[in-house]
């Protein structure tokens, strides 16, 4: 089992920068891979940010890359998204997941690939 809750959400304007925050507990997120999806009104959720278990693969959505970095501390349970030169379309609620991959080099691209969620936080960009 894991536990997830993210911190970090809030208003911007466009073009500033936010970092979000997930802590973990349990047993099992050390031996996880994770990611940060985002879920915009109306629409379906996506995987914007994903880091294997090792935390030596990354994966970024098209719209996000070169923008956004993905980190995580083990050893501490956390996992960090930084968002840099953010625009009105990445407003959305942002959650925190975990899941299982078969390797430690794999990340998971898919939402249905994660067992874990948190509550999620809100972001908003003001353009």
């Known amino acids: 089992q894991v536990q997830l809750e993210e911190s970090g959400g809030g208003l911007v304007q466009a073009g500033g920068s936010l970092t979000l925050s997930c802590a973990a507990s349990?047993?099992?997120?050390?031996?996880?891979?994770a990611g940060w999806l985002r879920q915009a009104p109306g629409r379906g959720r996506e995987v914007v940010a994903a880091?294997?278990?090792?935390?030596?693969?990354?994966y970024y959505s098209d719209s996000v890359k070169g923008r956004f970095t993905i980190s995580r501390d083990s050893a501490k349970n956390t996992m960090v998204l930084e968002m840099k030169n953010l625009k009105p379309e990445d407003t959305a609620i942002y959650y925190c997941?975990?899941?299982?991959?078969?390797?430690?080099?794999?990340?998971?691209?898919?939402?249905?690939?994660?067992?874990?969620w948190g509550q999620g936080t809100q972001v908003t960009v003001s353009s």
């Open positions: 349990g047993p099992t997120f050390s031996t996880s891979a």
């Open positions: 880091i294997s278990r090792s935390g030596g693969m990354t």
């Open positions: 997941a975990a899941g299982s991959a078969r390797f430690s080099t794999w990340y998971l691209r898919r939402p249905n690939d994660y067992d874990y």
